[in-house]
């Protein structure tokens, strides 16, 4: 069930972005039992020739011919294959299935996480931007993102799925990119993050996030940097209030609130680039700070 009016929104958004044709309009040449005996190169062949035509196929308001096709689609033989070509061409089909049967799915649960684990794993191709199959990686986080399907992961609670897919954006992350694939894995980031602000961020995807501003992670990949940089100013609004908390934890001077990151040591680093994205959160900070400075403790003063 969508519990909140933002579900509400981004569940009429999600409909909205795949059209609406008559009932019956098409059929797949490639069958369910297809997929299921086939195996090796005629696997691929299947799987190729059935995304062709999910790409092109318009969301219907009856999605009976495409069930036994999606059912084989999430079995545990495709989403645990070992060969990557199978597992990529699975995940670019299943990003399909999910914007034609939008707002609902045609999986349970279970098999709903086995999905977003396979889309978060493929999600690392994009590291590769010079490989034969970038493409496909392209094709798969474009579809993923008009769709917003991870919506569907947050109502679920799957938290540790939710970290792993902005760690791995983040960490795939390239300079070489086309701005419109850093469009892509920016708008699913912005997206999961608007929709969990009211619930409250937790502390652990934050430092997700905020790792990428600490320098050394600056040097190293400086795509991630500047990808975290700009998904933090596209949601200053909805991160303001919870930064501000994480920042207030982290002060060795603080009210007793200490949070639990992974980074808390480097909020010197972490203040000073967060002051340049929402510098009136510094303004709010400030008898915090003094505090700091203040200190009887050496180490406390200097790191203020």
Excluded at 128 to 154: C, I, N, P, Q
Excluded at 212 to 233: D, I, M
Aim: proline share 5%.
């Amino acid at each position: 069930q969508w519990k909140r009016p933002a579900r509400d929104r981004v569940k009429a958004e999600r409909q909205s972005q795949a059209h609406i044709t008559p009932v019956g309009a098409m059929e797949p040449t490639i069958t369910g039992a297809m997929l299921t005996k086939a195996k090796g190169p005629e696997l691929v062949s299947h799987l190729k020739k059935l995304s062709e035509e999910l790409e092109e196929w318009e969301q219907t308001e009856e999605q009976d011919s495409l069930k036994a096709v999606a059912a084989v689609l999430g079995s545990a033989k495709l989403l645990r294959h070992r060969d990557g070509d199978v597992k990529l061409l699975t995940a670019c089909c299943l990003s399909d299935v999910l914007r034609i049967f939008a707002p609902e799915s045609p999986y349970e649960n279970e098999t709903l996480k086995m999905v977003f684990e396979l889309f978060i794993s493929q999600l690392r191709g994009l590291q590769d931007d010079e490989g034969a199959s970038f493409a496909r990686y392209t094709y798969l986080v474009e579809r993923l993102a008009m769709v917003k399907s991870f919506v569907l992961m947050l109502d679920l609670n799957f938290d540790d799925l939710v970290r792993q897919l902005v760690e791995v954006l983040l960490e795939s992350a390239s300079e070489a990119h086309p701005i419109r694939v850093s469009g892509y894995m920016m708008s699913i980031i912005v997206t999961t993050l608007e929709e969990l602000a009211e619930d409250g961020i937790p502390t652990p995807l934050l430092d997700a996030i905020l790792e990428n501003l600490l320098p050394a992670r600056r040097a190293e990949k400086p795509a991630s940097y500047q990808l975290a940089r700009q998904v933090l100013e596209r949601c200053a609004d909805d991160l303001q209030q919870p930064l501000q908390a994480f920042i207030e934890g982290c002060l060795p001077t603080g009210s007793g609130m200490t949070v639990e990151s992974e980074i808390r040591e480097e909020w010197p680093q972490l203040l000073f680039e967060l002051s340049e994205i929402m510098p009136e959160m510094v303004t709010y900070l400030l008898p915090q700070l003094q505090g700091v400075i203040s200190s009887g403790d050496e180490g406390n003063r200097l790191q203020g």
